[in-house]
């Protein structure tokens, strides 16, 4: 990323074509496609967000000039050759595809803002989604708890780590695996879940039989919605089934799995 990021600085005009940003962990790089691009006149900029303590891509989106989210580019829209590579790989997609992209855009109901206020890096009203899905076996729970806390707090989300029914005990030398089947269950909410699953996907959260970090390999999907507020409240819950569940809507999103 780094290499990637001396490339760009070199190709652009910093300030005007493009910029940088920093905000906590995360490092913001925002190409003015209205300068780079020759006749496109729609005051669009891309905006590719990269979580530094990773050095992975974490969001990449199309915003106005006031920074309103226009088109949120997920994996779907980049197709595999591009999600998560490089900025200068995705700014190559974007300026590739402009005709695309402003047809998906054009069809939405938020429309681009093209005011000349300045602009304001911090201020944005994504929307807030829930995902669920469930896990296969925790090895190592405390290493666990730890990076999930971590996710949760730089992607700016709330997460419960819920076991449930079903739970068999394996004891494999010193070390005790907890398998609870399609009964252990994540549930998270915030405006950058999919970062917060890339993550969980990512980065080595466990270990193996052999006592060696390892990452999440047996994650399996369940549902994901836009939600008007959050159920949770904390960075990162632990519960099982037996458990205090005061929230009547948590417990409502848990039942089929207690």
């Known amino acids: 990323m780094e290499e990637d990021l001396e490339l760009l600085q070199s190709m652009f005009i910093e300030g005007k074509e493009f910029s940088v940003a920093e905000f906590g962990n995360v490092t913001r ?33 199309l915003v106005s000039k006031t920074d309103q989210t226009i088109l949120v580019l997920s994996e779907d ?20 595809n402009t005709s695309f992209l402003k047809s998906k855009y054009d069809k939405l109901d938020t429309q681009p803002c093209y005011s000349n206020h300045e602009i304001n890096d911090t201020a944005e009203s994504p929307q807030l989604h829930r995902i669920i899905y469930t896990l296969d076996h925790i090895r190592n729970l405390k290493k666990y708890q730890k990076c999930l806390t971590k996710f949760a ?71 994901e919605n836009i939600i008007a507020n959050r159920v949770l409240s904390e960075e990162f819950t632990l519960l099982q089934a037996g458990s205090d569940i005061h929230s009547e809507e948590l417990k409502d999103l848990l039942h089929p799995y207690i």
């Open 77 to 96: 829209l980049l197709g595999t050759e591009y999600c998560n590579t490089s900025p200068s790989k995705i700014l190559e997609f974007v300026t590739e």
């Open 153 to 223: 707090r730089e992607c700016g989300c709330n997460c419960v780590l819920f076991f449930g029914r079903s739970i068999v005990m394996v004891v494999e030398g010193s070390n005790c695996v907890l398998f609870f089947g399609r009964s252990i269950v994540m549930v998270v909410e915030g405006s950058n879940t999919r970062e917060f699953v890339r993550l969980h996907k990512t980065v080595p959260v466990d270990i193996d039989s052999n006592g060696k970090p390892c990452k999440e390999r047996l994650i399996k999907m369940i549902s």
């Open 29 to 61: 790089l925002r190409f003015d496609l209205y300068e780079i691009i020759p006749d496109f006149v729609d005051e669009i900029s891309l905006v590719v967000s990269i979580i530094r303590d990773h050095q992975t891509i974490s969001s990449v989106k």
